[in-house]
């Protein structure tokens, strides 16, 4: 069984807005990916992008300069 541990979790209203929160991330080598919505968080698209928690300054700012759209963003066990 795999180790859970605290992760930063991206939830989106939109598939467009997981997809291009996935690309903005990798274009700025911002380790991460798309995985499927957990249960404790509810999305509209139902994807998520996955990432380690001490990214969230770094993506807030991608998010703010790109105007991405996102649902809630929450650290949690996964």
């Known amino acids: 069984m795999r180790q859970k541990s605290l992760k930063l979790i991206i939830s989106f209203s939109t598939t467009n ?5 996935d690309s903005l991330c990798m274009n700025n080598s911002i380790k991460g990916r798309l995985i499927p919505v957990p249960r404790e968080i509810s999305a ?7 990432t380690e928690p001490e990214n969230k300054e770094e993506i807030l700012k991608l998010f703010e300069d790109n105007e991405v759209m996102y649902e809630e963003m929450r650290i949690m066990l996964y």
């Open 17 to 21: 807005d997981a997809l291009f929160c």
């Open 44 to 50: 509209g698209c139902g994807h998520a992008y996955m």
